[in-house]
């Protein structure tokens, strides 16, 4: 099956940094990834959609301009935690599509990137 | 609205024991439906999904679902639970063209010796 990878894993910053997650899809090309965001015992809050050459499609209350998304290739989307606070502490996934067709509702996961800001 | 409805945030059973874990969605039409399973610390994983055809499904680890139209129903089951299948289980719904997923608030699942 398709896989998705995500790195860091863990990340510990400082209170004011900024803090990349990368997330790759190492054996297809991932025209649609989704980030999601969880919180500790609940389930994912979808973030943001990255197209691959496009800006991100955000979603309602979400901060694009702390969330920074890039999806520069078919390959690769960032998630950019900007001037990282404790609140925004939290477990950050993507996920991709493989393509268009009748399959395109099943994602595949990264590991997960765990952010801890102090 | 689009939403799905799983009503135990936890379930505990013995190992062994049989399971069956809820999951309700409200959709316009029938939506893909899948259930994933995410250990602590880890992403998701599928165990299975529903597009079409026969609504009794298979997937991995011995899982299976059945899709039920007339209850807006998509209920995972196992015949005999192992220890290693405690875990946080969501239950997702993607409408026709599967854009955009919504998941379920997840059941947790404890397995007892």
């Known amino acids: 099956g398709a896989v998705v990878s995500q790195h860091p894993s863990r990340v510990i910053c400082k209170s004011g940094t900024s803090v990349k997650i990368e997330c790759r899809s190492l054996?297809?090309?991932?025209?649609?990834m989704f980030w999601y965001r969880q919180f500790p015992k609940q389930s994912l809050m979808l973030m943001a959609t990255s197209n691959e050459g496009s800006k991100a499609t955000y979603e309602q209350g979400v901060e694009k301009d702390k969330f920074l998304i890039n999806h520069a290739s078919l390959t690769l989307s960032t998630l950019t935690v900007t001037s990282a606070h404790p609140e925004d502490s939290s477990f950050y996934i993507c996920s991709a599509r493989t393509g268009t067709g009748a399959n395109t509702g099943e994602l595949f996961f990264g590991e997960g990137s765990r952010l801890t800001v102090l | 609205a689009q939403s799905v409805t799983q009503p135990d945030i936890h379930i505990t059973v013995s190992e062994g024991a049989s399971l069956e874990l809820r999951c309700n969605y409200s959709y316009g039409a029938t939506p893909y439906l899948f259930w994933y399973v995410q250990s602590p610390g880890q992403g998701l994983q599928l165990l299975l999904k529903y597009f079409s055809g026969d609504t009794l499904v298979q997937g991995i680890k011995g899982f299976e679902a059945e899709f039920k139209r007339s209850q807006s129903s998509f209920n995972l089951r196992k015949p005999s639970v192992h220890w290693s299948d405690a875990a946080e289980y969501f239950c997702?719904?993607?409408?026709?063209?599967?854009?955009?997923?919504?998941f379920g608030a997840g059941t947790r699942l404890f397995v007892k010796a």
């Open positions: 997702a719904v993607a409408p026709l063209g599967g854009f955009k997923t919504i």
């Open positions: 054996d297809f090309q991932a025209t649609t």
